[in-house]
């Protein structure tokens, strides 16, 4: 496949891929976005996708400027340029607020600059299925909601940058953030999940807090598979002396977590991920399967 860059609507090759100084995402990190990636010809989840970002437009009161529809058939035509006969396709769809002279008041921008990026998705370690992740719990605290709503999908991402470092300096592949009162919130990237005595455990709507597609998805495979859901806070010793703990996200899917700051979840061992992990993860692989069939009708 070639990697593409589409800028308002026109196709570029990465190289020639500009945009202005100026523009607010830029200068402030005012703009939301999306990633979907595809599965044989499918961008996974789009409409889902699509509806939060114009909730996340919505909640910074960015007027996007196309309505939905449109812009799912806009995203398609992009991806069909790109190569839709490739597997595993990873879309970035970002929109900023625009250009404008340098200034807070949103007032300032003139229009929307929208911005889709096209590649392969990079392959991750299959190691990491196999014997999970090893994590740290960050010193970097979650924002609070009540200070920037992580349900904003926003292009300021410095929360998590930083606590992604953290991780790297201490030699483990990422991290988890707590709020201020203690408790698990999600990964920089991921929701998470502890297991406990058959039930899968994870923070709440309200908590601090992206409500992940994948994990609205586990919610509904959960009810019509008789699995116990529970929607709690948890502390990073509880997570530790769980059964087991995983991540979910649109690109990891699902994935084991095998230690949190060095200590074993689970019997931590090499190998396969726990039973219930295991669980997850086949239920969810055979509802992305459902998913593109009924999506190629």
Request: glycine share 8%; charged share 25%.
């Amino acid at each position: 496949m070639k990697e593409i860059v589409a800028i308002n609507g026109e196709i570029f090759d990465p190289q020639n891929a500009k945009i202005s100084v100026f523009d607010r995402g830029f200068l402030y990190g005012d703009g939301i976005y999306e990633v979907t990636r595809s599965y044989s010809g499918v961008l996974y989840a789009l409409e889902d996708h699509i509806d939060r970002l114009f909730n996340s437009g919505r909640m910074i009161g960015l007027e996007i400027g196309i309505d939905k529809r449109a812009l799912q058939n806009e995203l398609y035509r992009i991806y069909k340029i790109a190569d839709p006969a490739q597997d595993n396709l990873y879309m970035r769809v970002i929109i900023t607020r625009g250009e404008g002279k340098i200034s807070l008041d949103t007032s300032s921008a003139t229009k929307p600059n929208t911005v889709v990026i096209v590649r392969h998705l990079e392959k991750i370690d299959p190691s990491l299925y196999t014997s999970g992740m090893n994590i740290i719990a960050a010193k970097t605290q979650r924002n609070p909601k009540k200070s920037l709503d992580p349900n904003i999908k926003s292009g300021n991402y410095l929360n998590n940058v930083l606590a992604l470092a953290e991780a790297k300096k201490a030699g483990a592949h990422d991290a988890m953030m707590v709020n201020r009162d203690g408790f698990v919130t999600e990964g920089t990237t991921w929701n998470i999940f502890i297991v406990k005595d058959q039930a899968l455990i994870t923070p709440p709507d309200d908590a601090d807090i992206l409500q992940g597609i994948t994990r609205k998805t586990l919610r509904a495979i959960c009810k019509s598979n008789d699995i116990k859901w529970l929607e709690r806070q948890f502390t990073i010793e509880e997570a530790k002396k769980a059964d087991e703990c995983f991540a979910t996200g649109t690109i990891k899917e699902v994935m084991a977590i095998r230690s949190i700051d060095g200590v074993a979840v689970g019997s931590g061992s090499p190998g396969p991920p726990g039973p219930m992990t295991l669980k997850i993860a086949q239920l969810y692989k055979k509802h992305v399967a459902d998913y593109c069939k009924t999506a190629r009708g």
